[in-house]
Structures are given as structure tokens and as C-alpha cells.
């Protein structure tokens, strides 16, 4: 098992940064990638930003050149720093990690609130 602990979401206005961290812990030897996913009300939930155990990171159209994920491997926890924030990046985010051998990601956290006013 893996837990996951997100933290860092609040209010901003248009333009503004946030930086959410993820603390993971349990079984992370048999996680092979980390994400951020994100779900507006209404929507489904999307991948934003993800990290391979390798280090590659891929991003969606709609984040990529303003987000950024990363790891600290000493401190157990992937970061998504988020720039130039627009209203429709308001959603909750999700923290999660992707098992060995699985095509889905498997483990979530329980979200943390993004509100960008215009």
C-alpha cells in the first residue's frame, strides 16, 4: 500500500502561483510514476502532470510551459508548481501513483482545492 498526502491548494487570482506537495510513503518500491490529475465540477478527471521513477516528465497541452512537476527523493514528496494560473485550472487536485505492472494509476490522495478568480 501507498499513502499519499497532498497539501498546498488555496485561493489565487488570475495570474498567480500556488506549489502543491505530495508526501508518499508504504510500498514506493513498486510505484514506476507519480501524477497530478485534476477534476472541475462537472468534468472528468485529467491528467495534468506526471513523473516516471526515471525521472521523465510529461505534461497535458493545457498546463504545459506553466506547470511543473518534480521529485525529492529524500523527502518522499513530488511537488507541482503551478504559474500564470487561469480560472479554468480551478478543480481539486489529486495526488496519485501508478503500481508496477498497472496501466491505471492506483493509489490517490484525498485532493486539495484550487480556486484562481479572475
Known amino acids: 500500500q501507498v499513502q499519499l498526502v497532498e497539501s498546498g491548494g488555496g485561493s489565487v487570482q488570475t495570474g498567480g502561483s500556488l506549489r502543491l506537495s505530495c508526501v508518499f510513503s508504504?510500498?514506493?518500491?513498486?510505484?514506476?510514476?507519480m501524477g497530478w490529475h485534476r477534476q472541475a465540477p462537472g468534468e472528468q478527471r485529467e491528467l495534468v502532470a506526471a513523473?516516471?521513477?526515471?525521472?521523465?516528465?510529461g505534461y497535458s497541452e493545457s498546463v504545459k510551459g506553466r506547470f511543473t512537476i518534480s521529485r525529492d527523493s529524500a523527502k518522499n514528496t513530488i511537488y507541482l508548481q503551478m504559474n500564470d494560473l487561469k480560472p479554468e485550472d480551478t478543480a481539486v487536485y489529486y495526488c496519485?501513483?501508478?503500481?508496477?505492472?498497472?496501466?491505471?494509476?492506483?493509489?490517490w490522495g484525498q485532493g486539495t482545492q484550487v480556486t484562481v478568480s479572475s
Open positions: 496519485a501513483a501508478r503500481a508496477n505492472g498497472r496501466n491505471l494509476y492506483n493509489y
Open positions: 513523473i516516471a521513477s526515471g525521472g521523465n516528465t
Open positions: 508504504g510500498t514506493i518500491d513498486n510505484i514506476n510514476a
